[in-house]
């Protein structure tokens, strides 16, 4: 029997799960939609992963990040919680030696990482803006009949990009409808609209960042390949996109799981049978004092496991 680590990075988008082996490989990978439901969504993953992959492969720690990074880790008896900025720089420091700038884009937000020496130095992220996320292109995929698996090879076909404003969402897509309305061919909109894209991340993201060369492009928006040839072009240099581009910040999860085995030596992950289990979170609104707290409870089958989201710490010392 082969032995492994898990990672899962649950966001607001997606759902990944991936297994390593001991050697860092790849062994079985999980793109999931979120919609919404990240406890049902980690459990359907978990069943399927399961299934596959069951008895033949022992796991020997599991690792969570995310922006449910904490809940997932109480479903899954996680040996290490970490955060996005850290999980995806431990991954691309891995598969690609030497790597000093991230480029990394999901559907819900988008981050730049600087990394030296192995260490990251600098980061910055983008949550409030929807333009140059995947959400953005998936509506604009969408509104011209086009597949969002095709999206990017468009962009390769074009021989004349068009410029379009790409510092605010609306704006990029009234912008895109004028051009369409003018008589511009799509394959030369779509172009335009990578490059508003890449210009939106480099003023706003990467803005006073010190981006050099390795530069690595991973998220769900790296599939696009246009979006990576306007990187590339407006930074004058290669972009590389390693193969598990999508679920980088699993990869980085199980990466420090297996990281914290080494030393703790011993995991408390559940399993896969947590399909099975119930889980459900209630909320409150703490009246001790004026700042009246939202506090959150955790139920792993009925049994009260944690609250938390007070900010004085009266009801998590309370936390069972």
């Not at 966001?11 to 049902?40: F, M």
Request: proline share 2%; with cysteine; hydrophobic share 40%.
């Amino acid at each position: 029997m082969k032995t492994g680590y898990l990672g899962v990075d649950v966001g607001s988008v997606s759902t990944n799960i991936v297994v390593l082996d001991e050697k860092n490989q790849v062994l079985v990978e999980k793109y999931l939609r979120t919609n919404g439901k990240p406890i049902t969504t980690v459990q359907e993953g978990l069943n399927i992963i399961g299934q596959e992959i069951g008895d033949k492969v022992k796991i020997l720690g599991a690792g969570s990040t995310g922006s449910a990074r904490y809940l997932i880790a109480m479903m899954l008896g996680a040996d290490i919680v970490k955060n996005e900025i850290t999980a995806h720089a431990v991954a691309a420091s891995t598969f690609v030696e030497g790597v000093q700038t991230i480029i990394e884009i999901g559907g819900q937000d988008s981050k730049i990482i600087i990394l030296r020496d192995g260490v990251v130095t600098d980061f910055a992220m983008n949550t409030v803006c929807a333009a140059g996320t995947g959400s953005f292109l998936d509506q604009q995929a969408v509104r011209v009949c086009i597949p969002i698996e095709d999206f990017g090879n468009y962009a390769l076909r074009a021989n004349n990009p068009v410029r379009i404003a790409g510092r605010c969402a609306v704006f990029a897509e009234s912008d895109m409808i004028h051009k369409q309305q003018l008589g511009y061919n799509i394959e030369d909109i779509i172009a335009g609209l990578c490059e508003a894209l890449v210009r939106n991340y480099l003023n706003n993201v990467g803005k006073g960042k010190d981006i050099l060369s390795p530069i690595v492009f991973q998220g769900g928006v790296a599939a696009n390949k246009g979006l990576a040839q306007a990187f590339s072009k407006h930074l004058e240099t290669d972009i590389i996109i390693p193969p598990h581009y999508a679920v980088m910040g699993a990869v980085g999860a199980a990466l420090l799981a297996k990281e914290t085995i080494s030393k703790k030596g011993k995991t408390s992950f559940k399993g896969f049978g947590i399909y099975d289990t119930e889980f459900k979170t209630t909320s409150f609104e703490c009246q001790g004092c004026s700042n009246i707290c939202e506090v959150v409870q955790f139920y792993e089958n009925r049994e009260l496991l944690a609250r938390w989201g007070d900010r004085c710490g009266k009801w998590e010392l309370e936390a069972v």
